[in-house]
């Protein structure tokens, strides 16, 4: 059996079931540890023939474990001392779709 990375979580905002905003998140620190994160490289098949600043960037998939209830858009994830970006609005997939103990996958984009 294997197991993930520890990655650093800022998230960008707190918001409530409707998704509204209602404050920044600052409880005890600017982050939240997320133990057992599978990193992988992200594909690059999104990326446009004729864009070439994308293909500069680097991009990674990070699976979260199913413990992880955070919402991700907007967030800052640091990964091997190194921040990202969080690409998107990411949404978990169903439990009964996912045996492993990861359940949602986040694309970031590294912070130049």
């Given at each position: 059996m294997f197991s993930g990375e520890?990655?650093?979580?800022t998230p960008a905002t707190l918001r409530d079931a409707y998704t509204n905003e209602y404050g920044e998140f600052t409880p005890g620190g600017d982050f939240i540890p997320v133990n057992d994160v599978l990193v992988?490289?992200?594909?690059?098949?999104?990326?446009?023939a004729g864009v070439t600043e994308n293909r500069?960037?680097?991009r990674l998939?990070?699976?979260f474990p199913k413990g992880f209830t955070v919402d991700l858009r907007?967030?800052?994830v640091e990964v091997r001392r190194?921040?990202?970006k969080v690409v998107g609005?990411?949404?978990e997939y169903p439990s009964e779709l996912t045996p492993t103990r990861w359940h949602l996958a986040a694309t970031v984009e590294q912070l130049l």
């Open positions: 520890t990655v650093y979580v992988a490289p992200a594909e690059t098949i999104d990326f446009s500069d960037r680097r998939t990070l699976y907007g967030a800052t190194q921040k990202y609005a990411p949404v």
